[in-house]
């Protein structure tokens, strides 16, 4: 059982219970990583369901060679650092940007990338990650957001991603069928994205995202 307090979220940008930390070994995209977990983050007790539908059904990273061999990948809430470090394994030339919230969250993922050699994650807030990141400057994102949130938080941060994403650039996002994914599509379609389900599984939907014109 999670010693969280009651009332905080694992989206607290500083949590109060105390880190629980717990050392693991997690299977992301065929890889083995050894990684370390805490209470008061996002899914703490380890890879969570939705995290692990969107590792099986996103389809493949544009290559190192159509990223003009380097590229900018962002995972977006973090939480210990499962995506983000998918996307620097995978892509060794790109930089990565790790972005959450929660300071709990940034430390472990900036200790998961150093653990395991991934030297091209940047982890940032998300204040810092909107500062660094320009219009138009990123190729690809991955995220399983924050939805508990609240809609309006959570349709300003889209609003904010979409204009930093490259015109030809793409995200995939998973969220539960039961916490709002067919409304926030839909939403998504009025505001400025060209969005489609392109995965069902286990109660979650994978979501493309692409800029309208």
Request: charge should be neutral; include cysteine; glycine fraction near 10%.
């Amino acid at each position: 059982m999670s010693s969280q307090p009651a009332g905080e979220h694992y989206f607290a940008s500083t949590p109060h219970s105390e880190g629980s930390v717990r050392e693991l070994t997690v299977s992301l995209a065929g890889r083995d990583f050894r990684v370390t977990t805490a209470h008061g983050v996002f899914s703490g007790q380890g890879l969570d369901k939705g995290t692990a539908v969107l590792l099986r059904k996103v389809p493949p990273l544009p290559s190192s060679q159509e990223l003009g061999g380097s590229g900018v990948l962002v995972d977006v809430g973090c939480g210990w650092g499962p995506l983000a470090l998918t996307l620097a394994a995978e892509r060794p030339s790109a930089q990565v940007y790790a972005v959450d919230v929660n300071a709990r969250a940034l430390e472990l993922t900036r200790a998961n990338a150093t653990a395991n050699g991934l030297h091209n994650i940047q982890v940032l807030s998300e204040a810092d990650a909107f500062a660094a990141l320009g219009p138009n400057s990123v190729d690809v994102i991955w995220s399983n957001p924050p939805v508990r949130v609240g809609k309006m938080a959570l349709h300003a941060m889209w609003e904010a991603w979409r204009t930093r994403l490259k015109p030809e650039g793409v995200a995939y996002l998973v969220m539960g069928r039961n916490l709002g994914s067919d409304p926030f599509l839909a939403y998504l379609n009025e505001h400025g994205w060209i969005g489609e389900k392109i995965a069902s599984s286990k109660g979650f939907r994978v979501l493309q995202l692409r800029r309208s014109a």
